[in-house]
C-alpha cells in the first residue's frame, strides 16, 4: 500500500517557522538522527566535523536562485506581479498573478523598465513570454524586482545573499537549496582540515518544492521535472569514497539517486529528474541526509522518511517542536546518518 499524504502530517506552530537567518550561518541547531535506532542527539551546526568522519563525502548542490519576483501593469492598467523563473534567447516563464486575466498577445509594463508580450498559456499560472527588449532585459534583470522568498516567509530579507549558499555559482533555480544555507566559510575549511571531502552537483531547483501533496496517495502524486549536472570530478569522488557518502538536502539526493548506475556509481552529465523517493526506495548512491526541517505532507518529507522509516521521522520531528528549534528555509538542520 503506498504511503498517505496523512501520513506525513505533523503539528507545526506557526511561531515555529524562522522569519529571517540567523546572524551567524553555522550557529544554528542540528539533530542527528540514528537511521536505524532512531535515535535523537542534539547538537549545533559547527559541530558537524566532530560528528562526520575523515573520509566522508558531502555532495552539495551548488545551483544558485537567479528567478526574481517583479511587478508590472497589464495594458489595461490593472497590476500584475510575475515571478520569473528562466529566461533565455529572449522569453522566459513566469508564475504569474493574478493569472487568469494574462491571455496570449496580452502585454505587461514590468517594474517600469520593460515590456513583455504574453506568448502562452502554460497552465498552473505559468506563462511564457517574451521581452520585447531582451537585450536590456538581460543586462537588469539579475538585481531587478526582489529574489523569491518561500510563501512561509513574511519578513523582509535585508541581504538578499543569506538566501544563498556561500558555494552556489551555478544560476538557474527558483528556491534556494536551503540545507546548504547553514555552511560559511570557517565551517567548511574545518570540515576540510578534519579529511571530510565535498564534491558538487547541481540541480535547478522549480517552484513545486513548495507544493504540498494534494493527491490522498503519494503514489498519484506528479513529480515536475527539473534539470541537473553531475561534473566528472563528482563521479570520481563516488566511486573512490572511503566513508559515508551524505547528500546535503533533498535535492543533492534527488540528483545523485537519479544519476545512478548501481551502488556508489553515476553517471556524469546533465539529465532530468522526475525521482519521488519515499518509503521503500533502495538508495544506491546516498547513505546520509543533512537537511532542514520541511513543511508537514511534501515529497521532502517523504524522502526523510525513507531512510528511518514514518514512524521515527515524525516522532523525531514531534521532539523537534518540543525544543523548539527552528523550521523550514532560514531554520536549524538534521542529520541523518
Not at 574545518?190 to 571531502?197: K, V, W
Not at 541526509?289 to 521532502?300: I, K, S, V
Not at 518529507?301 to 525513507?306: D, G, P, Q, S
Request: glycine share 8%.
Amino acid at each position: 500500500m503506498s504511503l498517505r499524504a496523512a501520513d506525513l502530517h505533523y503539528d507545526l506552530p506557526e511561531r515555529l517557522i524562522a522569519q529571517r537567518p540567523l546572524e551567524r550561518r553555522s550557529d544554528s541547531r542540528l539533530l542527528c538522527l540514528d537511521r536505524h535506532s532512531g535515535a535523537i542527539r542534539h547538537a549545533y551546526f559547527r559541530d558537524l566535523r566532530e560528528i562526520l568522519e575523515p573520509g566522508d563525502l558531502l555532495v552539495t548542490n551548488e545551483s544558485r536562485v537567479s528567478a526574481r519576483r517583479l511587478v508590472g501593469k497589464r495594458s489595461s492598467g490593472g497590476p500584475v506581479e510575475m515571478l520569473v523563473t528562466a529566461s533565455s534567447d529572449g522569453e522566459g516563464i513566469a508564475l504569474c498573478r493574478p493569472a487568469k486575466r494574462l491571455r496570449p498577445g496580452d502585454r505587461v509594463n514590468l517594474e517600469g523598465r520593460w515590456e513583455v508580450e504574453v506568448l502562452e498559456d502554460l497552465g498552473a499560472g505559468r506563462r511564457r513570454f517574451r521581452w520585447l527588449d531582451a537585450q536590456a532585459a538581460q543586462e537588469g534583470l539579475a538585481t531587478a524586482g526582489e529574489i523569491p522568498l518561500p510563501p512561509y516567509v513574511h519578513d523582509k530579507l535585508l541581504d538578499e545573499e543569506r538566501y544563498q549558499t556561500v558555494y552556489g555559482k551555478v544560476p538557474g533555480s527558483a528556491a534556494a537549496p536551503t540545507a546548504g544555507l547553514h555552511f560559511d566559510e570557517e565551517s567548511l575549511e574545518g570540515l576540510r582540515e578534519r579529511g571530510i571531502e565535498r564534491a558538487n552537483v547541481s540541480l535547478a531547483i522549480g517552484l513545486d518544492t513548495f507544493r504540498p501533496i494534494s493527491s490522498e496517495s503519494l503514489a498519484d502524486h506528479v513529480m515536475h521535472g527539473e534539470q541537473y549536472e553531475v561534473p566528472e570530478g563528482t563521479v570520481r569522488a563516488v566511486q573512490h569514497c572511503a566513508g559515508h557518502i551524505i547528500a546535503v538536502g533533498t535535492s543533492s539526493c534527488r540528483t545523485l539517486e537519479s544519476a545512478s548506475l548501481g551502488p556508489r556509481r553515476i553517471q556524469a552529465g546533465p539529465g532530468e529528474s522526475k525521482l519521488l523517493i519515499e518509503p521503500g526506495c533502495s538508495f544506491q548512491v546516498v547513505d546520509g541526509l543533512l537537511t532542514n526541517f520541511h513543511m508537514p505532507r511534501t515529497t521532502m518529507l517523504a524522502m526523510v522518511a525513507a531512510f528511518v522509516g514514518v514512524e521515527p521521522l515524525i516522532e523525531a520531528y514531534r521532539q523537534a517542536v518540543l525544543a523548539e528549534y527552528r523550521f523550514l528555509s532560514f531554520g536549524d538542520a538534521m542529520l541523518v546518518v
